[in-house]
């Protein structure tokens, strides 16, 4: 009697299984064609990220309502899992079912509360797709969305019938009594239809999974199955590090950043691979959020299209070459948009390198096309032919230090205790001069042996490096790194955070290694410790986090005691982990906003909105452009 239904089982598996194995094959194919990318170390890492990111839903919980939305979907089909392999064995018998688990009560009781949780997850998103519809969603595929949702709620529905039928015919093998939902259900359905009933259901929900699986790998949803390889494969290093380029290499073998589809890492592959178009990157992106073009839900979703139609070419065709992304899938104001402040990758619940795809976008364009912003060209110039974007004389990079006193430190020297980096922007730009002047005055009261290295200290080359000039930036880098080793310096402190990020993060990979503070670091340090005294105020203050201080790299507390220890500190909005971009990253600080609204206006009047008097920042490119949108907004604030 079982013969029949055994055999439409392993027909509807065997057909659903090459339609998944077909497409499956070719995306791993797709995978296996990118350049390389070193992410198969650090495993205790890899597997923390698994456990946090994927299974505690971390990065989706940032949003409480939504995050809570779909871990009640995910936890509840991490629950429901067996119950597929139960529904399977009951399709082909109805007196059935898994050994020891399907009998086991308090397993029926974990289902019908999680099959509950489901369900509302799906009533929820629902509502928040058709009723709020946030902005985030715009430009995502929702109808794909819609259906996969109706899909999630087929299997859940049909799950409860089953379960509801089995109790009310007596074929259910745990007691019907931990099944409450089910049982409920089960009192409803009486008569000499409901063995059919039974039938019809166990055989839709059977049905509706194996359609559901196949569908995904087609989708633009295929983020179901790929999403956790994603997180497991992401960065273990400092977020704000970039993966250098290896020049050493033949020429024909050095990868110049992304041209093609075919140019990109396997990694970034699977990052537009595993796009949920949740949109939660492009909602905090400044530059979306000012009216540029730039939006990194859209970027990702562009390069998976390409990767999509130009990749199944490049597999079954030697020697074809795509078409560049750029302008083919991205345009060019969408690479120049970015300020690579990270909050794309700080929202990503799935682990996508947004800056990684940026930054390779620039490199090709800049070192192969020549091809970039007409006013980042000075810049470049500069950086390349003066050692500091000003393009003032090295001889002057000790100017801002007249009459304080502070050594420089000379070849052959002992090394200080400290060595106070200074640079580009202190030394040559008179607002953020003021932040060196007064970070020196407060290390000589405090009695710290430290010196500057004046003009031996050359730009350490981020600007150039997050322009796409990876060249000039590891000429640079090679330059600094082989000054610093011959001083024998050992602890470095500096007021600039891409200074700091660039020291502690990136000149490693050059064999750089020193122990890097940043100045609220080490003043904070020096209170601590009673070698500076404060005195306390109750003026109102607000802290502006900068994006490479905070998001890239962690330092949110000491700050913060320095406010606290001169006033009263008031937070904005959009703080810490999640503030919002002066907009002078990614070298924005030389190129002009020619679309849409400054972000430095729309940052100084969120400031202005706490009440605050004064706007304390940590960085001078902050300094520069938030001071510039006072000015510019006309807002009665101090910018210090």
């Known amino acids: 009697m079982n013969l029949i239904p055994a055999l439409a089982l392993a027909a509807v598996l065997m057909m659903s299984g090459v339609l998944f194995a077909r497409r499956a094959l070719l995306l791993y194919r797709l995978v296996r064609m990118g350049k390389p990318a070193a992410r198969f170390g650090d495993v205790a890492a890899r597997a923390r990220a698994e456990a946090v990111i994927v299974v505690g839903q971390s990065k989706l919980l940032q949003r409480l309502v939504p995050g809570l939305v779909h871990a009640a979907i995910f936890w509840g089909f991490l629950v429901l899992f067996p119950t597929i392999l139960i529904a399977m064995i009951g399709a082909v018998d109805p007196h059935a079912t898994l050994p020891w688990l399907g009998a086991q009560g308090w397993y029926a009781l ?6 509950l949780l489901v369900l509302a997850g799906v009533a929820a998103a629902f509502v928040i797709r058709k009723v709020q519809r946030p902005a985030r969603f715009a430009g995502s ?11 999630i709620a087929g299997i859940i529905c049909t799950l409860y019938l089953w379960h509801a039928s089995q109790i009310s015919l007596g074929l259910n093998d745990y007691p019907a009594s931990w099944a409450p939902v089910s049982g409920l259900l089960a009192n409803l359905l009486h008569g000499p239809l409901v063995p059919h009933l039974e039938r019809a259901a166990v055989w839709a929900h059977v049905l509706i999974i194996l359609g559901f699986l196949v569908y995904l790998p087609y989708s633009k949803h295929l983020h179901i199955l790929v999403a956790a390889f994603n997180v497991y494969f992401g960065r273990t290093r400092a977020r704000g590090r970039l993966e250098p380029i290896e020049f050493d290499m ?46 990194p839900k859209l970027l990702i979703m562009a390069l998976r299209d390409q990767l999509m139609a130009e990749g199944p070419k490049s597999l079954a065709t030697s020697g074809y070459t795509p078409p560049p992304i750029v302008p083919n899938a991205v345009t060019d104001d969408i690479v120049w948009d970015c300020v690579t402040c990270g909050a794309c990758v700080q929202e990503c619940p799935v682990g996508i390198e947004h800056i990684d795809h940026v930054i390779d976008l ?30 003032k004389p090295q001889a002057d990079r000790t100017n801002w230090a007249d009459g304080l006193g502070v050594r420089v430190l000379q070849p052959g020297d002992d090394a200080p205790d400290v060595l106070f980096w200074v640079g580009c922007a202190p030394a040559f730009d008179e607002r953020a001069r003021k932040g060196a002047v007064s970070t020196a005055k407060l290390m000589l009261a405090a009695g710290v042996d430290f010196a500057i290295l004046g003009p031996r200290e050359a730009c350490t080359g981020d600007p150039a490096r997050r322009m796409g000039d990876e060249y000039t930036y590891q000429r640079l880098a090679g330059q600094n790194i082989g000054t610093l080793n011959s001083s024998g310096v050992k602890r470095i402190v ?18 750089g290694r020193y122990e890097v503070v940043h100045h609220t670091q080490f003043l904070a340090e020096l209170v601590r410790d009673g070698r500076l005294s404060t005195l306390a105020g109750d003026q109102a203050i607000t802290y502006h986090d900068s994006c490479y201080l905070a998001r890239h790299n962690d330092v949110l507390a000491q700050p913060r005691e320095l406010v606290a220890a001169v006033g009263r500190p008031v937070e904005m909005p959009r703080h810490g982990k999640r503030t919002f971009c002066c907009g002078a990253g990614g070298a924005r600080m030389w190129m002009e906003e020619g679309r849409g609204r400054p972000i430095n206006q729309e940052r100084i009047r969120e400031a202005a909105a706490t009440g605050a008097e004064t706007l304390a920042v940590a960085c001078p490119f902050c300094i520069v452009m938030l001071d510039d949108g006072a000015r510019e907004t006309g807002t009665k604030m101090q910018v210090v």
């Open 141 to 151: 595929h929702l109808g794909e969305a819609d259906l996969i949702l109706a899909l």
């Open 110 to 115: 974990l289902v019908d509360v999680f099959a």
């Open 362 to 391: 620039r490199r090709n364009l800049v070192m192969v096309e020549s091809r970039f912003p007409a006013e980042a060209a000075p810049m470049l110039r500069d950086v390349d032919r003066a050692s500091n974007p000003w393009g």
């Open 494 to 511: 500096t007021t600039c955070p891409h200074c700091f990020n660039t020291l502690v993060n990136e000149y490693p990979d050059f064999g």
């Open 250 to 295: 033949a020429e024909e073998d050095v990868r110049f950043g992304s041209a093609r589809v075919t140019d990109m890492t396997w990694k970034q592959m699977l990052d537009t691979m595993s796009c949920t178009e949740c949109g939660r990157c492009q909602d905090v992106c400044p530059a979306y959020g000012t009216g540029k073009a730039l939006s």
